[in-house]
């Protein structure tokens, strides 16, 4: 099997919150790659922007109605991305450096780590219970 075709089984296995810590892994390795660049490089804009965009996109689901997650945590979201926003404007200015916003990628990742192993864990409880094994 080629890579590509095992890159997209594998992406259309994935859980929620493995597409999520996936999604939020390559954000923070571009903010990553571009932390020593200049205020006037591009790829630094380039990775303040689509972090941006990774926040405003979760901000705007979590402000939508019928969103599952818990009321105080998507208050919570929507707040870090409003920082996130303004954060990085003072990064792009040279104010800042980026690596808050590293940090705070990555402290949701730990995040989203843990919960995605919740799921394996609580799948391979909900096996044992029916009989069926699934593990390889």
């Known amino acids: 099997m080629s890579l590509k075709a095992y890159q ?6 994935e859980s929620t919150s493995q597409t999520e ?3 939020f892994a390559d954000v923070t390795r571009a903010l990553m790659d571009a932390k020593e660049l200049s205020n006037l ?7 303040l922007h689509w972090n941006r965009q990774l926040w405003s996109t979760l901000a705007t689901d ?11 945590l998507r208050a919570s979201i929507i707040s870090i991305s409003i920082w996130v926003g303004k ?5 792009a200015r040279g104010d800042e450096t980026v690596q808050a916003l590293i ?3 990555r402290n949701i990742m730990e995040g989203l780590s ?8 609580d799948a ?3 096996d044992a219970t029916t009989g069926n094994n699934y593990s390889v």
């Open 8 to 13: 997209t089984t594998q992406k259309a296995n």
């Open 21 to 23: 810590y996936r999604l």
């Open 41 to 47: 490089d591009v790829k630094l804009h380039d990775a």
């Open 62 to 72: 979590c402000a939508v109605e019928g969103n599952m997650l818990p009321k105080q």
């Open 87 to 91: 954060y990085s404007s003072q990064v």
């Open 103 to 105: 940090d705070i990628n």
């Open 114 to 121: 843990a919960q995605a192993q919740n799921n394996v864990a």
């Open 124 to 126: 391979k409880d909900t």
